[in-house]
């Protein structure tokens, strides 16, 4: 699958395609830290593009086609992950009950966790129901730093 490596504030982000979508960001030490097209795919440019608006302050929203792979369960939380705005935090249970699974508390937190397109998708807008910093698949420190470039300390 095409790739690219982008710098960002958060250190090199790796962005990959499928076709025509935007498949996954990698984090930093969870990716191979290479970039495999030398001719970058449409979305990869606009994938890099809206990101580096969103890290300089311009951006809040993306328009980039989207195909992260999971269950339809999976699905179901990342497209409730994708109604949380800008600057705004919800808790699992928020989550849960957006989904209209109210009982599905532990499994949002499991398909937060496997969400494969971080920043675009706001898994990072998503904390503990006493306003705590959980688990982030690029760990606690850039779950703040993404936070506070939405002007939310924790």
């Given at each position: 699958m095409?790739?690219?490596?982008?710098?960002s504030?958060?250190?090199?982000?790796?962005?990959?395609?499928?076709?025509?979508?935007?498949?996954?960001?990698?984090?930093p030490?969870h990716?191979?830290?290479?970039?495999?097209?030398s001719?970058?795919?449409?979305v990869?440019?606009?994938?890099?593009?809206?990101l580096?608006?969103?890290?300089?302050?311009?951006?809040?929203?993306?328009?980039?086609?989207?195909?992260g792979?999971?269950?339809?369960?999976q699905?179901?939380?990342?497209?409730?992950?994708?109604?949380?705005p800008?600057?705004e935090v919800?808790s699992?249970?928020?989550?849960?009950?957006?989904?209209?699974?109210?009982?599905?508390?532990?499994?949002?937190?499991?398909?937060?966790?496997?969400?494969?397109?971080?920043?675009?998708?706001?898994?990072?807008?998503?904390?503990?129901a006493d306003?705590?910093?959980t688990?982030f698949?690029?760990?606690?420190p850039?779950?703040?730093?993404?936070?506070?470039?939405?002007?939310?300390?924790?």
């Amino acid at each position: 699958m095409p790739a690219i490596i982008m710098d960002s504030p958060l250190g090199p982000l790796q962005l990959v395609s499928e076709g025509e979508h935007l498949v996954a960001i990698h984090f930093p030490d969870h990716h191979s830290g290479e970039a495999n097209s030398s001719q970058p795919e449409p979305v990869l440019k606009a994938a890099k593009k809206q990101l580096q608006e969103y890290f300089n302050g311009q951006r809040r929203d993306f328009s980039l086609p989207l195909a992260g792979k999971g269950t339809p369960f999976q699905q179901s939380v990342w497209q409730a992950l994708r109604q949380i705005p800008f600057g705004e935090v919800r808790s699992y249970r928020d989550i849960a009950l957006a989904i209209n699974n109210p009982k599905a508390v532990r499994a949002v937190g499991g398909a937060n966790g496997r969400n494969p397109l971080p920043i675009v998708v706001p898994c990072h807008r998503v904390i503990g129901a006493d306003g705590s910093l959980t688990g982030f698949g690029g760990g606690l420190p850039l779950k703040r730093q993404l936070l506070a470039i939405e002007g939310r300390a924790c």
